[in-house]
């Protein structure tokens, strides 16, 4: 590779052009088939395989589900509890897509903006439906501060631009970190083979800090998906109960 970006092209490795829709199989489809096998594994097990004594598969199931339950409790009181399924598929599938990247070969989904974004919007415009059918227009108040009406013309727009700000910030901030980390990795690698033509025992030695970057890595892939998911039932918070100006 040139350039430490060119890991995050899109490439076509069959093409499938129609008259009407290209359905070309690429590096960004792949992943996903193995995510979705992934996740069909995962659910196969979760559904057959429950025993009242857990094995270890289980016991790890298990402890996702009561730290997802208590994040939600946490963060939407029990409210949150009935979008369970939906905030427990939204960690699983950013958690997934970060652990894929992470083995040789793989594709940084969650590092493709356009994708991300297109979940993150997605989540935002329906909380916001949620609230407008809970509420109806009164689930606007949330865009009126409480201050004096003359600073309202001010405060409004900045109220609603904060909210429509959500859009971005959600996917971007999950975005440049796993870009950023997965760079970062690909220089210091691109780094250790130059070395390697010159002096093979200092490019051994380097292999250390690439280890602590990739388990750094690992923790970032954790991390990302727990804020993401955080962030989620924040927003789904909004439309616990009505505001009150």
Request: net charge neutral.
């Amino acid at each position: 590779m040139k350039s430490p970006l060119e890991q995050f092209d899109i490439v076509n490795v069959k093409s499938l052009n129609t008259t009407l829709i290209d359905i070309s199989l690429n590096n960004i489809l792949i992943p996903f088939l193995l995510l979705l096998g992934m996740l069909g594994l995962y659910l196969f097990i979760f559904n057959s395989r429950f025993n009242l004594i857990p094995f270890y598969v289980q016991n790890i199931i298990e402890k996702e589900f009561t730290f997802i339950i208590g994040l939600i409790k946490q963060q939407a009181h029990n409210y949150g509890l009935f979008w369970f399924p939906l905030i427990y598929s939204l960690f699983n599938f950013v958690l997934f897509c970060n652990l894929l990247s992470l083995l040789p070969f793989g594709i940084a989904l969650t590092s493709h903006l356009i994708l991300i974004f297109l979940l993150s919007s997605t989540i935002c415009i329906s909380i916001f439906v949620i609230g407008l059918l809970r509420f109806n227009l009164k689930f606007l108040h949330i865009f009126i501060p409480q201050c004096p009406f003359v600073l309202l013309p001010i405060l409004i727009p900045i109220e609603i631009f904060s909210y429509l700000i959500r859009l971005f910030s959600l996917s971007i901030r999950l975005a440049a970190n796993i870009l950023a980390g997965h760079t970062l990795v690909h220089i210091i690698v691109s780094f250790i083979l130059n070395l390697t033509k010159t002096d093979l025992i200092l490019s051994i030695l380097f292999l250390v800090p690439l280890f602590l970057i990739l388990t750094l890595e690992f923790g970032v892939a954790l991390l990302q998906a727990y804020v993401f998911t955080v962030l989620v039932c924040i927003y789904l918070s909004d439309t616990e109960k009505l505001p009150s100006h």
